[in-house]
């Protein structure tokens, strides 16, 4: 399944990058991950999205009031 990066930790942590049967995150934020326990974690957490990222919401930064 094709998954894409939202969390800043994908970028700064290399041990988050990849899947351990899967892909890395091409420059473009996204790899091929496969459906398992892993990868349905990591959308929970919403670390990864089943779809792009939206640049503004990305740069956005999230406001607690």
């Known amino acids: 399944m094709k998954v894409y990066a939202l969390s800043e930790n994908l970028k700064?942590?290399?041990?988050?990058?990849?899947?351990?049967?899967?892909?890395?995150?091409?420059?473009?934020?996204?790899?091929?991950?496969?459906?398992?326990a892993f990868t349905r974690r990591r959308l929970r957490d919403g670390d990864i999205s089943l779809e792009p990222a939206d640049e503004k919401k990305l740069a956005a930064p999230k406001s607690k009031t």
């Open 12 to 36: 700064k942590f290399p041990r988050f990058r990849w899947h351990p049967m899967g892909t890395a995150f091409s420059s473009e934020g996204m790899a091929d991950w496969p459906d398992d």
